[in-house]
């Protein structure tokens, strides 16, 4: 029989112990730390660049003598092309190295698992690094020089590790069921991961992608190595085109010492934010648009 001391702490519940508590309360002291200090980052940039958010930001070019009229109509050009040939080399490569893994090779051999280990390796490895083999390979190696071709491949392969990531983690989260069901009907391998494994993985492939772009969009460290012009008043016109991008673009602003600069530059940052955000809410809403239950 249970003691009444026992049968009363049943009945009236028990509080956590002071373990868990004090864990909980670090665990919302970090957050609202966090969140507290990117709102007023968010507030800052976005009040001091108030008077520059205008439709000259996005329209002119950058200009050194009349910085009230400077915009970054190159920044916003170039990052288009960047990204645009970045996602062109990047998607295809990791999605298809993906299925490839996850769904072809053998599951425990050896270079499966050597295979694993480099991909989770390059994922922590530092952009500039990445920087540094564009540098030394795509630029001076195959001649091919600031170009705009050069930042997308080297962007590219930054991100892939993340891509074959997330598409594998996509493509796992797929019912086993699907797979053997096709199979018993008469499908092949392919015809499986391509009409049912595939389309069933798109909203978590979706979601890791925009967020792998979302990172090579912010980078600067690599291009800055790679050569990225910091002031041209032209757009690019190929893939062998000078070029320019938002963050090299912020990075050359905050450099000069005149207010004006330091206005537009916080104009550029809330720019770039806007960018990101519209990214993520893309993925977000392609995950929740596409997303089945199983």
Not at 19 to 32: G, K, N, V, W
Not at 171 to 188: H, M, Q
Not at 234 to 241: A, H, K, R, V, W
Not at 254 to 276: G, N
């Amino acid at each position: 029989m249970a003691a009444p001391s026992q049968v009363q702490a049943e009945l009236l519940g028990s509080r956590p112990p002071l373990r868990d508590r004090a864990f909980r309360l670090a665990l919302f002291i970090s957050l609202t730390i966090g969140v507290v200090t990117l709102a007023v980052l968010i507030a800052y940039v976005t009040i001091k660049g108030w008077p520059r958010l205008n439709s000259t930001l996005w329209t002119n070019m950058p200009s050194i003598r009349r910085p009230e009229r400077a915009g970054a109509q190159s920044a916003i050009t170039g990052t288009l092309w960047v990204i645009g040939f970045t996602a062109l080399f990047a998607l295809p490569t990791g999605i298809l190295a993906a299925l490839h893994l996850e769904e072809f090779s053998k599951p425990n051999g050896r270079f499966q698992r050597l295979v694993e280990v480099n991909i989770q390796n390059l994922a922590a490895v530092p952009s500039i690094v990445y920087g540094i083999l564009g540098l030394a390979f795509f630029a001076r190696a195959l001649a091919l020089g600031q170009s705009v071709i050069t930042a997308s491949l080297t962007l590219s392969l930054l991100i892939l590790p993340i891509v074959i990531i997330s598409t594998r983690e996509a493509l796992r989260a797929v019912p086993r069921n699907i797979r053997d069901g096709s199979l018993a009907l008469g499908a092949t391998e392919w015809q499986t991961a391509y009409r049912q494994t595939l389309p069933a993985a798109i909203p978590g492939i979706a979601t890791g992608v925009i967020l792998a772009l979302s990172r090579a969009i912010g980078e600067a460290a690599p291009l800055l190595l790679l050569g990225a012009v910091t002031f041209i008043t032209f757009n690019p016109t190929g893939p062998l085109s000078g070029y320019t991008t938002l963050p090299i673009q912020i990075f050359n602003w905050t450099k000069d010492s005149r207010e004006e600069f330091q206005i537009l530059a916080s104009a550029t940052i809330v720019l770039l934010l806007v960018l990101l955000l519209a990214m993520n809410f893309a993925a977000l809403l392609i995950r929740n648009r596409t997303q089945k239950r199983w």
